[in-house]
């Protein structure tokens, strides 16, 4: 029986560690794993004749080559996990508060700023939530998120994330939580990790493992993970919580492609869950409706 391809959209500018255990859990479950780096040149052929071995391609990365060569393959027919619609929709962190705000999710309020600089610190000032976090939409890793303790140091938090970034992408202005920080790890809409992270600070996030430690997960937080997924189109999801003043649960943000190393000992097991999600999907691409279920 031959073996099932998956494609998998990676970067090599980035670290490679977890490329290399994607290859080796394929090569034990039997799937040949096709890499389609998105750090080299190639043209429309070439990136198309790769994705017309796979059953389906995951896009491991969030960066904006990445996601170019994910719109290609899906406007070219193939099916891409994540899609460019779960990162261009339920990642952005604005479109993400006004899905909360429909689906009824505990969140930080929020509000996007204005481009212009006179007009946002105006709105920071009338937003009345001191000390405020500033969010870019778009970001991963805490790498665009910082605090401010009044208008005139926000306006400089905007500034700073307009010379820092690649473009001057829209940023939020969010109430700020004091709370560490949660993460659940979703595959197939179903829990398999969690990992806290204590603060030390005013922030708690980023990804050093030695500071993670599990949790349990109780009835509120469950019943409001089964409502998130129902909304969220990523199949391999990180949720980002904190806890209000009262204890209670806030959804803080979703994100494709997420960490698997919170543990060690844990990794290579967490990978393969994944993996083995991408096959059941791929293999379920070539049933029929009424066998998909449909």
């Not at 071995?53 to 996990?81: P, T, W």
């Amino acid at each position: 029986m031959p073996k099932i391809t998956i494609g998998y959209i990676t970067n090599t500018r980035l670290p490679a560690f977890q490329d290399e255990a994607f290859q080796r859990v394929a090569r034990q479950l039997g799937i040949k794993l096709l890499i389609i780096n998105s750090a080299k040149q190639a043209g429309i052929k070439a990136i198309e004749k790769k994705a017309s071995r796979c059953a389906l391609v995951y896009n491991s990365q969030v960066d904006l080559n990445s996601l170019e060569i994910a719109k290609q393959l899906e406007f070219m027919g193939h099916q891409v996990v994540e899609t460019t619609r779960s990162y261009y929709y339920t990642e952005d962190k604005w479109f993400l508060y006004l899905m909360c705000l429909k689906n009824k999710i505990p969140t930080p309020k929020t509000i996007l700023l204005s481009s212009d600089l006179v007009s946002a610190r105006d709105q920071i000032k009338k937003f009345k939530q001191f000390p405020v976090i500033l969010k870019r939409v778009q970001g991963f890793g805490g790498n665009f998120v910082d605090r401010a303790e009044t208008p005139d140091q926000a306006v400089a938090v905007i500034k700073k994330f307009w010379k820092k970034g690649e473009d001057r992408f829209p940023i939020i202005a969010q109430e700020f939580v004091l709370s560490d920080s949660y993460r659940v790890l979703t595959i197939g809409r179903k829990i398999v990790q969690t990992a806290r992270k204590k603060r030390f600070n005013w922030k708690a996030t980023g990804g050093d493992r030695a500071k993670f430690e599990k949790f349990e997960i109780d009835r509120e937080l469950e019943e409001l993970i089964k409502k998130i997924i129902k909304f969220v189109d990523i199949e391999i999801c990180g949720l980002d919580f904190a806890k209000d003043p009262a204890g209670h649960w806030l959804l803080i943000e979703v994100n494709s492609g997420p960490a698997y190393d919170f543990f060690r000992r844990e990794y290579a097991a967490m990978i393969r869950i994944a993996m083995i999600h991408l096959l059941t999907l791929a293999k379920k691409k070539n049933l029929s409706p009424s066998e998909r279920g449909e």
